[in-house]
């Protein structure tokens, strides 16, 4: 990074999300000094019938961003989950060395996806979950409305599992109670439209190895796609379930930082 200054950190929520459930998460970034922004997607407006999608998603992220990199912001972007799949399809052009070409400053200058879904165009969530044999399963997880609404049978299987690793049930409590009920799931059925974000940003990718939500397979699978594109993407390793900023906050934030730092 050109500038000795900490860059800013924009951290797009998954599904269900809300600013709040990532409070543990960014309250450890800012004692470091960072500056962290965490919008709330429109897929949790909780409107029914559902009147968001990817797009409407794609839209409020690129705006926030925008916002920043025009000022002459150097912006971090961190993906969880679903956000994965928005910040992949929201933020193309936005990279400091796209916008270093055109003679303007600021700019994102990496992408760090966190057991997210990082897909290329055309892609999708739900195409990836029936590429794998688990489309029989979304029932048995999750409540499905007629208007395509999703809502765990038991947040806390799916999200936490067994293992409260460095959190307590005090915090795994708080967290399940910051989520939302209902969530938009007919942003699964929606495609990338592209050009992936990934395509002209460094990017580094934090498995998750005891995810329920996104399991490990997909994982790797995601990462081995973009790869064949010849883009570099830095990995690492945490072995915890779906929710590393609740129960393996420490980890997950040593390993931004040190992905921040290693880019300087």
Known sequence: MASTQKPTIVHVNGAWHTPSSMTKLITSLRALDYEVHCPRLTSVNGARPPNSSLATDSELLRSYVSSLVEAGREVVIIMHSYGGKVGTNALHGLSREARSKKGLGGGIVQLIYVCAFALAEGQSMAALIAEFGHKESMPVVFNIDEDGGLSFRDAKGP???????ESNEEE???YLDSLVSV????????TVTGPAAWKENPVAYVYCTKDNMVPFEYQKSLVANIEKEGREVKTFVLETGHCPNVTATKQLVGVIDEVIVGAN
């Open 159 to 165: 999200l936490i599992g067994d293992d409260l690793g």
């Open 172 to 174: 795994v409590q708080a």
């Open 183 to 190: 969530w938009n799931g007919l942003c699964t059925r929606d």
